[in-house]
């Protein structure tokens, strides 16, 4: 439950004082009268995580290349809580579907979110993912000083005794990936949530827990990757060096597993407007070839670039449909029911 | 890495370079910080376009400064109100505000400013000095030992609640229970949110703080004319400058405490997530375990308040290193520096210091600097801040009250957070009136969260087998210190009670919380 007055910030006044104004300028003109326009004002974009995280980096620089090709800036909020529920339902609850409200999200790790905890909104009827940015394949990775060499190694012990693997959240691909893998050899993995990537990361530093699951995009100096859900090539190799397959080692057929953070917006809207809608991917697919998000990127570190690649509507939608559905399928395993 | 006594000198004067940006960085941090609900991660992230396009060490300085600042100011309206900004200022309040009823509002500003800039200064030192080591330390700590650590700190709920312990306990329990609203850690299933999303990241700590301390005062403020409770003796104590140099002469005297808790507020700051909230409550235990007077505790005790206040601002050297060393934040603020680390193209572990060993100790030696520009720019404002206790609570109730409003709703910005604060308010009230402990209360909110995420993350390493409670060489000391603290408090308090009935003050037995 979220009232619908419950939030109302210096921006949610502006906004209403503003409606007015142009309401009074224009003279009763109708919503065609504004499409013509469009975008009409600044961005309002809904980040379902802290900031200081990789959401928050990778859409600080996208945005300082979207806003000229668009014209308008993005105002964020960063909105995180319950695996992203939150933020996805201060997004369809409270904000406008005008096409100036954007969410930016983690389209795997809130799908499975979605499948397993039924937030207060419908997928795929409420919502469109337009615009994918990056790629972050799951793997399993130990720290420097670990005695695991190898991820034949990990499930070798793990079919002896239970393996300790830290993942940010159990709602996540890496732990669908890691279900799937022990399901598919007998494997025992004890699978430990440590609520954010930071503490995941210490975990497996520290020695707390022997490996670490999820993505590995993120640098951690010394670690090394052990394997990857991946079912054709390790899209990070450039950067991280040549990891294998885990299909490929154990001969399983798991789905390849990756988070890609990615613009959305409202499907209604979308759909009531679709020249507007356009505007919005055609801007945001030219990013891609504008050398200073590439600079911004490579100089931020905020992810690899060679993960970084541009995802359409249907290539989004694919993956957040395929996400809930191994949701469900491993549900019993992700939540407490 | 850094060595040699030269490269020290120089980058201290270099980090001086930064004079410009520290001090109104510092005057910043104070004002955010004096503000509750606002803190120095909210400033850092609205200012951080400019300090995207600042030179890294120029930005670093200004963040580094806004921070230590912040922590600083927000003692303010912990002792002026019993408002405290963050939950690492509960403890503040304890014995601060109750300076300021006593009409020594002077005093405890002075205490707060001189014992969080000594803190400051020699936890910074410590981590320039200990850096490689210290950023192994942060590693060296698992979840088990942090249980032992929280527990230390929800112990204080049986330490305080000495005087009506059954309804201390319950008073902690009902903290403790209030502290498992929200999404569980392991599964995230809601539990007790009644279909409030706002509640699923737990009961929101700002506003009820705010409401278990401030609101509730207020109230209790209503029936009386000024917040001291003598106003007449508490315009002595605020004219002239005699409570600030009591206040600087009592951090001098009690060197050891300030010393000791500022330490501990370093060690616990190391550890990624830990932060001020628990390493405050910790070291005021301590302080009390080992003062010589524990029953002035909560009734005004230098002592109590040096322990919070140095505990906090040794917290924020701590948090660095973890970000520095291993590139993990220890806080929230710190994960705002990361940002701009990153963006400058800073890559942070152990090559840091390495590669850039200027930037690396840098940040510490500017810390340094902000802490000696806030000895000259806080200090004489005690004199003129703690007058406040002269204005009439006809007056001051109100703007206190408006000023909860605007702090409950200042760090989420959900209007929900109002109305947790006002319940909290109401619940803080029934508690003073009835006898329950509201700090214990509070404690049980504050740390109920932490040490139930540490417990069941233990656990679920253990699957399930207490036995890893006690599995960690560290934790199995902890322990041990645990049950020593504890016999020690029991015998003192053995001691104290024999005393106490051989002696005349045999009958002041009023709980002070």
Request: hydrophobic share 45%; glycine share 12%.
């Amino acid at each position: 439950m979220l009232a619908e007055t419950a939030f109302m910030n210096r921006r949610g006044f502006l906004k209403i004082a503003g409606s007015f104004v142009a309401a009074s300028a224009v003279g009763g003109a109708t919503g065609k009268g504004f499409a013509a326009n469009y975008p009409s004002r600044t961005f309002d974009v809904i980040v379902p995580t802290r900031e200081g995280g990789g959401a928050d980096g990778l859409s600080r620089a996208f945005i300082n290349s979207w806003k000229d090709k668009i014209g308008q800036n993005f105002e964020r909020q960063f909105s995180p809580g319950a695996a992203g529920q939150v933020g996805y339902e201060l997004y369809f609850k409270q904000r406008e579907m005008d096409g100036s409200n954007l969410l930016f999200g983690n389209v795997s790790a809130e799908m499975i979110m979605y499948a397993l905890q039924k937030p207060d909104f419908k997928f795929p009827e409420d919502i469109y993912y337009f615009c994918g940015i990056d790629t972050d394949p799951c793997g399993i990775w130990v720290s420097g000083e670990s005695p695991f060499t190898s991820v034949e190694e990990v499930v070798e012990t793990a079919m002896k005794r239970p393996v300790s693997i830290a993942v940010s959240r159990l709602p996540h691909p890496g732990t669908i990936g890691l279900l799937a893998l022990a399901e598919a050899t007998g494997a025992q993995f004890n699978i430990i949530p440590y609520g954010g990537g930071n503490p995941q990361v210490v975990a497996v530093l520290n020695g707390e827990a022997e490996c670490g699951g999820g993505g590995t995009a993120g640098y951690i100096e010394g670690a090394r990757i052990l394997g990857v859900f991946d079912r054709e090539e390790f899209v990070l190799a450039e950067t991280r060096g040549d990891v294998p397959l885990i299909n490929e080692v154990f001969g399983t057929d798991i789905p390849s597993l990756y988070s890609t953070r990615s613009w959305a917006v409202h499907r209604s809207w979308a759909d009531a407007n679709p020249d507007d809608y356009k505007v919005l991917q055609d801007t945001s697919a030219a990013v891609f070839d504008d050398p200073r998000f590439k600079e911004e990127i490579v100089q931020s570190g905020v992810t690899p670039w060679d993960g970084v690649r541009f995802r359409d509507q249907s290539t989004c939608m694919e993956l957040a449909q395929s996400m809930v559905e191994l949701a469900t399928k491993y549900g019993d395993q992700l939540t407490a029911g | 890495m850094l060595s040699g006594w030269e490269n020290y000198g120089t980058l201290l004067i270099a980090s001086f370079t930064h004079l410009w940006i520290i001090i109104p960085a510092v005057v910043l941090g104070i004002l955010v910080g004096a503000i509750p609900g606002f803190s120095a991660q909210n400033t850092l992230l609205i200012l951080l376009p400019l300090t995207l396009v600042m030179d890294i060490d120029t930005s670093m300085a200004f963040m580094v400064s806004v921070y230590c600042a912040s922590h600083m100011g927000a003692g303010i309206p912990a002792i002026l109100i019993n408002m405290p900004g963050t939950g690492g200022h509960a403890a503040t309040c304890l014995d601060g505000f109750a300076m300021t009823k006593q009409g020594r509002s002077q005093e405890a500003l002075a205490i707060s400013a001189f014992a969080s800039v000594v803190g400051g200064l020699f936890t910074t030192i410590l981590a320039i000095a200990f850096l490689p080591f210290l950023s192994r330390m942060g590693l060296y700590l698992h979840s088990v030992d942090m249980v032992v650590i929280m527990v230390f700190g929800l112990c204080l709920i049986a330490m305080i609640a000495t005087d009506d312990l059954v309804k201390g306990l319950i008073a902690g329990f009902f903290g403790l229970l209030m502290g498992v609203v929200g999404t569980d850690f392991i599964y995230g299933t809601p539990r007790a949110t009644f279909g409030f999303i706002e509640l699923y990241e737990g009961v929101p700590l700002v506003p009820a703080l705010i409401g278990l301390l401030a609101i509730s005062e207020a109230l209790v403020m209503f029936e009386r004319e000024s917040v001291a409770l003598s106003s007449e003796e508490a315009r002595q104590k605020v004219s002239g400058w005699t409570g600030t140099f009591e206040g600087i002469h009592q951090c001098i005297r009690q060197w050891w405490i300030l010393a000791w808790t500022s330490f501990i507020g370093l060690l616990i700051g190391i550890v990624p997530g830990a932060g001020a909230s628990i390493a405050s409550f910790v070291a005021y235990a301590q302080a009390r375990l080992f003062s010589s007077d524990p029953q002035s505790f909560g009734r005004g005790s230098p002592a109590g308040l040096i322990a919070a206040e140095s505990s906090n601002n040794g917290v924020t050297s701590g948090t660095l290193v973890p970000l520095l060393a291993i590139g993990v934040p220890g806080g929230t603020t710190a994960a705002v520096m990361a940002v701009v680390l990153q963006y400058n193209g800073v890559l942070l572990g152990p090559r840091l210091f390495t590669d850039r060993p200027e930037t690396a100790y840098g940040i510490f030696f500017s810390m340094l600097a902000a802490y000696i520009v806030m000895v000259f720019l806080v200090l004489p404002l005690a004199r003129y801040v703690g007058t406040i206790v002269l204005v009439p609570t006809r007056v001051l109730v109100p703007l206190i009250l408006s000023l909860t409003v605007v702090a409950s709703l200042a760090n989420r910005g959900y209007v929900f957070d109002i109305y947790v604060a006002l319940v909290f308010g109401v619940i803080g009230y029934i508690c003073r009136r009835t006898g329950y402990n509201v700090i214990a209360v509070l404690i049980g909110v504050l740390l109920g969260p932490l040490f139930e995420q540490y417990l069941l993350r233990s656990l679920r390493l253990g699957q399930g087998d207490l036995q890893i409670l006690f599995s960690s060489s560290i934790g199995n000391t902890l322990w041990g210190l645990l049950v020593l603290s504890l016999a020690l408090q029991w015998w003192k308090g053995r001691r104290m009670r024999r005393a106490l009935r051989n002696g005349p003050a045999a009958k002041e037995t009023i709980n002070p919380y």
